[in-house]
């Protein structure tokens, strides 16, 4: 019986992409030549035979969202123009920082007393 395989949750590697997308190994490869999906990291585990590809997550939905569109019939001329878009509107969302929690917000600030500034005048 072997053991399932457990990485990281922000990594996917080769197979993950493939199982996600019904693709093969050289589509993979042909779509990171084209700039469609990132240039994974390697890393090896230190042996003959460890060596696996890393995968930013969010690169299997990207490449779910490729498979689609091929199969849809649009070019890749016509997804390089969609995966722009998404990218962009993606950087534009605006970071928020988390919003304080009521404790916090309806906490007094305590006052710096003279001493603490530095010693009294």
């Known amino acids: 019986m072997s053991l399932p395989r457990q990485l990281d ?3 996917a590697s080769t197979d993950d992409i493939m199982a996600a997308a ?4 050289t589509t993979v ?10 240039v994974p990291l390697k890393v090896s585990l230190g042996m003959a ?8 997550a969010w690169a299997v939905p990207r490449a779910r969202f490729i498979a689609e569109k ?8 016509e997804i ?3 995966l722009a878009k998404a990218d962009a509107e993606a950087t534009r ?11 916090e917000a309806k906490a007094p600030k305590a006052k ?6 530095g010693g009294a005048r």
Not at 29 to 38: E, V
Not at 49 to 56: A, E, I, L
């Open 93 to 103: 969302k605006p970071k928020t920082a988390p919003k304080p929690k009521a404790e």
């Open 49 to 56: 035979g460890g060596v696996f590809n890393r995968y930013p």
């Open 70 to 77: 091929r199969a849809a019939g649009f070019t890749y001329d």
């Open 22 to 25: 019904s693709i093969t190994r």
């Open 9 to 11: 949750p922000g990594f």
């Open 112 to 117: 710096a007393s003279r001493a603490g500034r």
């Open 80 to 82: 390089r123009v969609m």
């Open 29 to 38: 490869k042909t779509w990171q030549d084209m700039g469609f999906l990132p």
